[in-house]
């Protein structure tokens, strides 16, 4: 396999501009993290367009279609939504965009707690593969890395991400 070179802060910024551009036409943001890569990702994006009061995080371990073959993680978060998901615009944010399960998980937690408006896929990477229909709205990077690799993001304890390939 080729060396795979992602910088993920570049990738961030570029995520970033996606995004400010897009929620600044919208009405009634709010944005959304999948533990735990998008998590850290949404935190940022909050903080830099100032929606902090509008920011949640969902851990989508009990909505997955393949929670019985996976079991449960050991690193379960609660999901915290503190604002109202009724005709909210969501912005939805992951790291890595693979088969599109989790996506799909996160959404049907997402409807647990309202009826948003409208929800758009933001991802740092989309590394395909997809099992579902569904694509993100913005992504930096697509990559292709063979079967039995993952690809994982990390963030350093001074807040700067980047990402590693992990072999299964």
């Known amino acids: 396999m080729p060396n795979l070179d992602l910088d993920a802060e570049a990738l961030y910024q570029t995520l970033a501009g996606q995004v400010r551009q897009a929620l600044s036409a919208v009405q009634n943001p709010a944005i959304v993290g999948i533990y735990s890569g998008g998590a850290w990702l949404a935190e940022r994006l909050a903080a830099e367009l100032q929606l902090t009061a509008r920011l949640g995080f969902i851990d989508v371990s009990f909505y997955r279609d393949d929670f019985a073959e996976k079991g449960l993680h050991a690193q379960v978060k609660p ?81 700067r991400l980047s990402f590693t390939v992990d072999h299964a």
């Open 79 to 159: 999901s915290q939504i503190g604002f109202e998901v009724d005709g909210a615009s969501i912005l939805l944010v992951d790291d890595v965009l693979y088969t599109g399960r989790t996506t799909r998980a996160a959404i049907n937690e997402l409807f647990d707690y309202g009826r948003p408006e409208r929800i758009m896929l933001a991802a740092l990477v989309d590394r395909g593969g997809r099992e579902l229909p569904i694509a993100a709205d913005f992504v930096s990077a697509t990559v292709q890395l063979p079967p039995g690799q993952s690809l994982v993001l990390q963030r350093a304890d001074d807040g």
